[in-house]
T-cell receptor, first 111, second 110 residues
Framework: SQTIHQWPATLVQPVGSPLSLECTVE??????LYWYRQAAGRGLQLLFY??????ISSEVPQNLSASRPQDRQFILSSKKLLLSDSGFYLC??????????FGQGTRLTVV | DQQVKQNSPSLSVQEGRISILNCDYT??????FLWYKKYPAEGPTFLIS?????DKNEDGRFTVFLNKSAKHLSLHIVPSQPGDSAVYFC?????????FGTGTSLTVIP
């Protein structure tokens, strides 16, 4: 069966520090991969999506970047965190366009 | 541009009663809709879906209704249980994107 792993679950980072959140999918190949952020009053905001290795589409200008070094690995990064980067980040994958499966999420607090 | 909207940020219902969560959309090209349930500090989990060729889909206590002419869908939970307390998102996929509503926080009061 397919599973999705996202870590860490919680993270507290100082302003200006780097960020790396990792997401991996098991049990499938060539998944579409997504990073979402849950923001108050804005639901689940799509940040990045990837349809293949090295293929990243950015939906919202952010202090963030994403990379897909391997087929089933998706990484969300930042060189210097801002206070406004605090939030709940979710990785997801889709087998097609009928359903999305989510990781457990990462609660990021920038202090 | 919010293509999927949930205008009620919160809803409180007595245990045993019906919970009705509403969702509106603007893109008439959407042909499939999903509801997700999310507990705090967890990722959303799939609840129920409906294709635009149907106007109703039932799964146990959960029923989703679709009114295409009004571009409106609703999720009914009958009877509501305290464990149903969560945030509910409606979603519509298209191409490589999933559009989500802003969520409705449901509280079922024992």
């Amino acid at each position: 069966s397919q599973t999705i792993h996202q870590w860490p679950a919680t993270l507290v980072q100082p302003v200006g520090s780097p960020l790396s959140l990792e997401c991996t999918v098991e049990g499938t190949s060539n998944p579409n991969l997504y990073w979402y952020r849950q923001a108050a009053g804005r639901g689940l905001q799509l940040l990045f999506y990837s349809v293949g290795i090295g293929q990243i589409s950015s939906e919202v200008p952010q202090n963030l970047s994403a990379s897909r070094p391997q087929d089933r690995q998706f990484i969300l990064s930042s060189k210097k965190l801002l206070l406004s980067d605090s939030g709940f980040y979710l990785c997801a994958w889709t087998p097609g366009d009928t359903e999305a499966f989510f990781g457990q999420g990462t609660r990021l607090t920038v202090v | 541009d919010q293509q999927v909207k949930q205008n009620s940020p919160s809803l409180s219902v007595q245990e045993g009663r019906i919970s009705i969560l509403n969702c509106d959309y603007t893109n008439s090209m959407f042909d499939y809709f999903l509801w997700y349930k999310k507990y705090p500090a967890e990722g959303p989990t799939f609840l129920i879906s409906i294709s635009s060729i149907k106007d109703k889909n039932e799964d146990g206590r959960f029923t989703v209704f679709l009114n295409k002419s009004a571009k409106h869908l609703s999720l009914h939970i009958v009877p509501s249980q305290p464990g149903d307390s969560a945030v509910y998102f409606c979603a519509a996929p298209t191409g490589n994107q999933f559009y989500f509503g802003t969520g409705t926080s449901l509280t079922v009061i024992p």
